[in-house]
């Protein structure tokens, strides 16, 4: 095993004895939403994925070890310190790791440290992507080739159109990665449930999600799937308000000159404080829709290997 890995004793033992485990990030916790509003929906998460019969495992970097599994004091830690957690993404890791320091887990990461410790199915909220104007700035998310590469199920509410989906589903395309509308034929946009795209295939079950991830990583093949989860109908916002508050935080990160790793976390805070608490409240209700259908297709992979 890595040597810079620790995984949970309750993770480990489920891992060994077959049992199914979700994977959780931590750059939701740190640099998603405020505190303390971050550490109980981090812990209701994992509350929600063991009502639906699997493990939680979040994932983070503390003082240079690589954690598949938090204790509640760690998941308080996190959230209590925030953004001033380095945001670690691929690229990342040598240094965090060598200077034994602490590191907030994108998509990227948390599949990277996933699968080193066998946990296939990881929930989140939204995913990184190609923002819009990429064609000039090349700025594409370290999560898209972490998808084209590592085998791990993530299951999502989509991206925000803080990114051109369009070309975000053509990167995904050259990369193989399956996209899965769950019960849709239509990728979501996080906040809303249509975006005017659609996906490579619509399953409906978490036994359907199951058989497809089997026969991808039975046949061998590199890369993980990505499941696209519509928020639920009563915590969709209006698309016309959403839309204006991403326009609006894209236009001034242009005019300050926002780049590399702070664009994402800068657009997100934006859009958070142009929409007020509404939009806080539907992110959490869609990271809690996305933990029970990751809980319930681990669950049914479990039962077939
Ligand atoms: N998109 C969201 N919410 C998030 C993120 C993206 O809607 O919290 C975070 C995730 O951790 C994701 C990361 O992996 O931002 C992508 O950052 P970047 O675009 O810099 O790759
Ligand atoms: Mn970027």
């Known amino acids: 095993m890595n040597k810079y890995l620790d995984i949970a004793p309750e993770v480990a033992e489920a891992l060994a004895a077959g049992k199914p485990v979700v994977a959780l990030e931590s750059t939701i916790i740190s640099h998603g939403m405020p505190y303390p509003k971050n550490v109980e929906t981090a812990l209701e998460v994992e509350k929600i994925i063991r009502e639906n019969g699997a493990v939680p495992a979040t994932i983070a970097i503390i003082g240079g070890r690589l954690k598949a599994g938090l204790s509640a004091d760690e998941i ?70 972490e998808l084209g590469q590592t085998p791990v199920m993530v299951v999502c509410a ?74 639920p109908e009563a915590y969709a916002m209006d698309a016309d308000v959403i839309n204006n508050a991403i326009n609006q935080a894209i236009a001034e990160s242009r005019e300050q000159g926002i780049h590399g790793k702070a664009t994402t976390p800068f657009l997100l805070a934006r859009v958070k404080d142009l929409t007020g608490g509404d939009s806080l409240e539907s992110n959490i209700q869609l990271v809690y829709n996305n933990a029970r259908v990751a809980a319930k297709t681990a669950a049914e992979l479990a039962a077939m290997q």
Do not use: W
């Not at 320091?101 to 946990?119: L, S």
């Open 76 to 145: 308080e830690y996190f959230g209590k310190k925030g953004a001033e957690i380095a945001k670690a993404s691929r690229r990342d890791l040598p240094v965090l790791i060598a200077r034994g320091q602490d590191g907030a887990c994108t998509v990227t990461t948390t599949m990277m440290i996933a699968h080193m410790a066998g946990i296939s199915v990881f929930a989140t909220g939204g995913i990184g992507g190609v923002h819009r104007g990429a064609e000039t700035t090349m700025d594409i998310s370290a999560d898209l080739e």
């Open 158 to 231: 989509g991206a925000k159109s803080i990114l051109d989906l369009g070309l975000t589903l053509e990167y995904l395309e050259t990369k193989g990665v399956p996209v899965i509308g769950y019960g849709t034929e239509e990728l979501p946009a996080f906040y809303t449930r249509k975006s005017g795209f659609g996906v490579d295939y619509r399953l409906d079950t978490p036994q359907e999600l199951a058989a497809a991830f089997h026969a991808q990583r039975a046949m061998g093949l590199k890369g993980g799937m990505l499941v696209a989860n519509p928020i």
